[in-house]
Nanobody
Framework: QVQLEESGGGLVQAGGSLRLSCAAS????????MAWYRQAPGKQRELVAT???????NYADSVKGRFTISRDNAKNAVYLQMNSLKPEDTSVYYC???????????????WGQGTLVNVSS
């Protein structure tokens, strides 16, 4: 069993910054890709950013140049630095990790419970 715990959400004014953190725990042999998703009320969940084990990153067009994803493999953690926040960034943000639990095992997706980011205008 693998758990992902997010932290760092909250209320911020437009133009401000927040840093989200996510730490994985439990039965972990290795973690492949890690990612952040978000879901606004009444909308589908969307991919925000991904990062590979080696540190290669990809971003949704809507956040390029404002958000930065990073990870600490030793801590099984992933982060999302969000700058120049806009009201349209208001969402519940979810951490996602592709976790391998045993040496010979396949990977499986793990999800955090979500953390709310509320950007006021």
């Amino acid at each position: 069993q693998v758990q992902l715990e997010e932290s760092g959400g909250g209320l911020v004014q437009a133009g401000g910054s927040l840093r989200l953190s996510c730490a994985a725990s439990g039965r972990i042999f290795s973690i492949r890709n890690m990612a952040w998703y978000r879901q606004a009320p009444g909308k589908q969940r969307e991919l925000v950013a991904t990062i590979t084990t080696g540190g290669s990153t990809n971003y949704a067009d809507s956040v390029k140049g404002r958000f930065t994803i990073s990870r600490d493999n030793a801590k099984n953690a992933v982060y999302l630095q969000m700058n120049s926040l806009k009201p349209e960034d208001t969402s519940v943000y979810y951490c996602n990790a592709d976790v391998v639990s045993t040496f010979y095992g396949p990977s499986a997706a793990a999800w955090g419970q979500g953390t709310l980011v509320n950007v006021s205008s």
